[in-house]
């Protein structure tokens, strides 16, 4: 079955430190993985996608992501977190099958001072 | 380049009331999709349109939402009576073609309470 896990529920981070939100997938035929950020009160904002070539994508606000096809990770990453990157971020995939994404459940990732 | 537009931002009804939310997709973008999102949970597609046509509402709730895109551009989505369970974000989105490789771009939702 295809499928987005994000184990994490919360993730921690302190500013100026770097961060990872993890996310893994699986789906059938070529990945095509996309991160997306939620701010409150405030709809979905597309943040980099991975379609083909460099493993490593970056995207927008800093945050970059590093594809994985042996361990089916899409991990999100940024050097520096700001108390501004504080948010929900959603991992999703497509689905070959139907071209619809396949969602995550969402990670809440907390800045602080 | 406009984004996704939605209307109203925030609707607060009783149960049984009947609520419609609209929706203004990227100019140019042949799909659009509503999703429900449930506090707390990624969103949950209900229906995908492609022009004026539906691909997918397989996850509707059909006894009490419809949804429309007459003229291939905007959308309108309707609940019919509301049901407590309805409250949630009902997000659009829309994309440039129906295969998705350049993602999906979302409005700023309409947070429905039903009381």
């Known amino acids: 079955a295809q499928s987005v896990a994000q184990p994490e529920d919360q993730v921690n981070v302190a500013e100026g430190n770097p961060l990872t939100v993890k996310c893994t997938y699986s789906v059938s035929g070529n990945p095509y993985l996309f991160w997306y950020v939620q701010y409150p009160n405030r709809g979905l904002q597309f943040l980099l996608k991975y379609i083909t070539g460099d493993n490593l994508v970056k995207g927008s606000y800093g945050f970059e992501a590093e594809f994985n096809k042996s361990q089916t990770s899409f991990h999100l990453k940024k050097p520096s977190a700001l108390v501004s990157d504080s948010a929900l971020y959603f991992c999703a995939v497509r689905d070959n099958s139907n071209y619809q994404l396949i969602w995550g459940a969402g990670t809440k990732l907390i800045i602080k001072p | 380049e406009a984004g996704v537009a939605q209307s109203p931002r925030y609707k607060i009804i009783e149960k049984r009331q009947s609520v419609a939310f609209w929706c203004n997709p990227i100019s140019g973008h042949a799909t659009l999709y509503w999703y429900q999102q449930i506090l707390g949970q990624g969103p949950k597609l209900l229906i995908q349109?492609?022009?004026?046509?539906?691909?997918?509402d397989s996850q509707l709730p059909k006894d009490r939402f419809s949804a429309e895109r007459l003229k291939g551009v905007d959308s309108t989505l309707k609940i019919q009576p509301a049901k407590l369970e309805d409250s949630a974000v009902y997000l659009c989105?829309?994309?440039?073609?129906?295969?998705?490789?350049?993602?999906?771009?979302f409005g700023p939702g309409t947070r429905l309470t039903v009381l």
């Open positions: 349109f492609q022009n004026n046509g539906v691909v997918d």
């Open positions: 989105a829309s994309s440039p073609g129906l295969a998705g490789a350049l993602g999906q771009f």
